[in-house]
């Protein structure tokens, strides 16, 4: 199976790549902005099989012209796509009134332009044959009916258009055969929450998040394509 993680170097997206890792014949690249992390989580990951191949790519994805480079990366090193899963994100916590529209480039520079320069740009590298599973990471704090939160208005709002994304992609590719889902994060312990809510004591580990991802990325295009599902301890 070949994987592509982006937000690789902590949290949910650290996890993931460990968790993928544990089974030989997965080939991970592993995309972030953290040299050193990446670095560190390929060792962690042989520590844990000495079989696993991890290829750490060093990328920042609100560089139009650093995207670019991922094909190229990608073709070297792997047949066809089989999951790239949309998981690196940005946030910025603050008051409506004092959002700048540097803050708001920041944002959906990540959560939202980089994964559709990222997945425009892998299209012709996806499985068409067994069906690539597109999975991108949202979160409550953007799904329609959910509680809503002071500061977090540019996050929120780049997620609800994350999710909008996916409902749109899915409809146009569902032809070629291509997969695209949203998962709606609930609290899960890492360092972005603590951005959010300093203090504030998750319901779910990093890890834990991490599991119940991996598990529907393999096998959540079998049976369903365009849905965004929320995943929270608590109700909307």
């Known amino acids: 199976m070949n994987i592509i993680i982006t937000g690789a170097s902590r949290g949910i997206g650290y996890e993931l790549v460990k968790l993928f890792a544990k089974k030989s014949g997965n080939r991970i690249i ?9 670095i560190q989580l390929r060792q962690e990951s042989l520590s844990y099989n000495s079989g696993s191949e991890v290829l750490p790519f060093v990328c920042d994805l609100n560089d139009a012209v650093a995207v670019k480079s991922i094909p190229e990366f990608v073709s070297e090193h792997l047949k066809e796509v089989d999951v790239l899963i949309n998981n690196a994100g940005a946030i910025v916590n603050k008051p409506f009134a004092e959002i ?21 740009s892998l299209l012709p590298s996806m499985n068409f044959e067994q069906r690539s599973h597109v999975v991108n990471i949202s979160s409550m704090g953007g799904f329609q ?6 500061g977090l208005s540019a996050y929120s709002s780049s997620k609800a258009a994350l999710a909008c994304l996916t409902e ?5 590719f569902k032809e070629k055969n291509i997969a695209f889902n949203c998962l709606a994060l609930g ?6 929450l603590e951005e959010a809510f300093p203090g504030y004591k998750a319901p779910l580990t990093a890890s834990e998040m991490a599991e119940f991802i ?3 990325s393999l096998d959540g295009q079998k049976y369903l ?9 608590s109700t909307p």
């Open 30 to 38: 592993a995309i972030s902005r953290n040299k050193e992390k990446l």
């Open 100 to 120: 700048t529209e540097s803050d708001l480039q920041y944002v959906y520079g990540v959560n939202v332009f980089a994964v559709v320069r990222l997945i425009q």
């Open 145 to 150: 009916g959910s509680a809503k939160f002071p």
């Open 168 to 172: 749109c992609l899915a409809e146009e």
């Open 187 to 192: 609290a899960a312990q890492t360092e972005m």
């Open 214 to 216: 991996m598990s529907f």
């Open 225 to 233: 394509n365009g849905k965004i599902i929320p995943v929270s301890m």
